[in-house]
């Protein structure tokens, strides 16, 4: 079973930068990928970026694409989400998930707050 422990948001001005983290713990070894999802108050849950353990496939949405960075640290069983060029429109909460199988998404963290003021 993973364990998955956020860090990094907090309140950033528009233009600003932040760096996600998302430690990963347990059976990191069944791990197929790790994806970043986010919501914002009143919306519903949207995918941002994902990247499978092994590095070879990596996916983001169409918002993020140019802006965010999704890497991963294999020594130390993280993955990270850098998010450049913020804008007010990115506020959400930020969850990291792994995905044990190739088709779903089956451990959640516990989400980090990310507000970009104008």
């Known amino acids: 079973q993973a364990q998955l422990v956020e860090s990094g948001g907090g309140l950033v001005q528009a233009g600003g930068s932040l760096r996600l983290s998302c430690a990963a713990s347990?059976?990191?070894?069944?791990?197929?990928?790790m994806g970043w999802f986010r919501q914002a108050p009143g919306k519903e849950r949207e995918f941002v970026a994902s990247?499978?353990?092994?590095?070879?496939?990596?996916y983001y949405s169409d918002s993020v694409k140019g802006r965010f960075t999704i890497s991963r640290d294999n020594a130390k069983n993280t993955v990270y989400l850098q998010m450049n060029s913020l804008k007010p429109e990115d506020t959400a909460v930020y969850y990291c998930?792994?995905?044990?199988?190739?088709?779903?998404?089956?451990?959640w963290g516990q989400g980090t707050q990310v507000t970009v003021s104008s």
């Open positions: 347990g059976r990191t070894f069944s791990t197929y990928a």
């Open positions: 998930a792994a995905d044990f199988s190739g088709s779903a998404w089956d451990y």
């Open positions: 990247k499978t353990w092994s590095g070879a496939r990596t």
